[in-house]
């Protein structure tokens, strides 16, 4: 049933999203979606977007948006590159500064994207397998010859981060190769690299307003770093298709940078509730570690991770799961409202008692 496909893409095994369900009402704790709505401000900069100027491309250099960010990061603008989604940002970047000779380094468990670039684009990869708490062995990416580096900070699906000294040891062992920090959860509790990169021209760093801005839905990421390197991700697009980010989306993207207020306030309750959820999971039993992003990675000593995902599931609870050496029993729980917290935590109580 593969008639007509070409090579590459009938032996590629691409990226599976997380369900999102259209026939019956879950709770959705499944894709690291931000349980509160975009800002006010956002959603009406959207429908102001929404003009007979639609008729007309939108600005193929983002440049309100890029001016946005860049004043928000304390950069200038030529440090900034905007794309349809982070994901898309990551495939850029995989092109611009890989080649296949020379292997990316990444960890075993991580966004499991990144080896889906490297399959689809022809690259190779070097694994680097966490340690057994799923810290990051920082000194095997210094030692280990690479053809680059990538790292999510805080990883996915552990929430575990790295220090700046950690990365700072990082990029001091690959001053000649790209290091790209995938920083799509920065917000929830790490130390962004966004103020390492006057000193690294080899360092980009990827944010995303999917996921602490509310707006997976508008499709908005950007990279950040050299001035050289965002003239290598302006040669891929304008390779591939030079308006990635539409109208509207540039539109309620820069409005959303400007609501530092509602941007504060809603990362704050996601953080303070993922404390008192970790603390209610681990006296359920659950072991799980402290996350510094929207979701937490846990398991339960006597319950297999397939079980209590299916169990989850017929009470109305999605959550995330993989088949994956190593992590076949965790579960990677979203951190969603207060009222979702609760209802996860009353039906795991079940589920735990039997
Ligand atoms: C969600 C996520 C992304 C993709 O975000 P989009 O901007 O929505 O494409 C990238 N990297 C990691 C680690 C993520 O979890």
Redesign the pocket.
Known sequence: MKEFWSKRVRDMIPYVPGEQPKDRKFIKLN??ENPYPPSPKVLAAAKAAADEALRRYPDPECLALRQAIAAHAELDPSQVFCG???????SFAFQAFFDKENPITFPDI??S?YEVYVKFLDLTSNLIPLNEDFSLPVERFVREPSGGVVI?NP??PTGQAISLDELRRILNGNREQVVIV?E??IDFGGDSAVGLIDEYPNLLV?Q????SRSL?GL???WALGNANLIAAMCCVRDSINSYTVDRIAQAAAAAALEDAAYFDQTRRAIMHTRESALTRLQELGFQAAPSKANFLFVRHPKLAGKLVFQALRERGILVRRWDQLRIEDYLRISVGTEEEMDALCAALREIVSG
């Open positions: 894709t690291n349809n989604g982070s994901d898309e940002i990551l991580t966004y994207f999510a990883n996915a995938d799509a959860y990827v995303t307003a999917s996921k997976a499709r908005v990421g």
